[in-house]
C-alpha cells in the first residue's frame, strides 16, 4: 500500500514539473508566431459571398478584358 502512496507522490511531482515548464514556456514567448501573420495575405483563402461576389465577378472580367488588350497588342 505504502508503494501506492509512493507512486503517487511521484506523479504529483512529475505533473507539477511538466505544469512549471508549460507555464514557463508560454510567459518566455516559446508559443508565440511571429511568421504566420505576416505571409497571412499570400494565402489564398478568399471565399467571396453575398456582395463580395459581385465585386469578384467585376474584377475577373476586367482582368480578362485587360488580358485580351495585351494580347492584342
Known amino acids: 500500500m505504502s508503494v501506492?502512496?509512493?507512486l503517487i507522490g511521484i506523479g504529483v511531482l512529475v505533473a507539477g514539473g511538466f505544469l512549471f515548464a508549460f507555464i514557463w514556456a508560454v510567459k518566455?514567448?516559446?508559443y508565440d508566431d511571429d511568421y504566420t501573420p505576416s505571409v497571412r495575405m499570400l494565402f489564398d483563402d478568399f471565399k467571396p459571398t453575398?456582395?463580395?461576389?459581385?465585386?469578384?465577378?467585376?474584377?475577373?472580367?476586367?482582368?480578362q478584358k485587360d488580358l485580351e488588350?495585351?494580347?492584342?497588342n
Request: no cysteine; net charge negative.
Open 28 to 30: 518566455s514567448g516559446q
Open 50 to 63: 453575398g456582395d463580395d461576389q459581385i465585386t469578384a465577378d467585376n474584377t475577373k472580367q476586367n482582368n
Open 69 to 72: 488588350k495585351s494580347n492584342n
Open 4 to 6: 501506492i502512496y509512493f
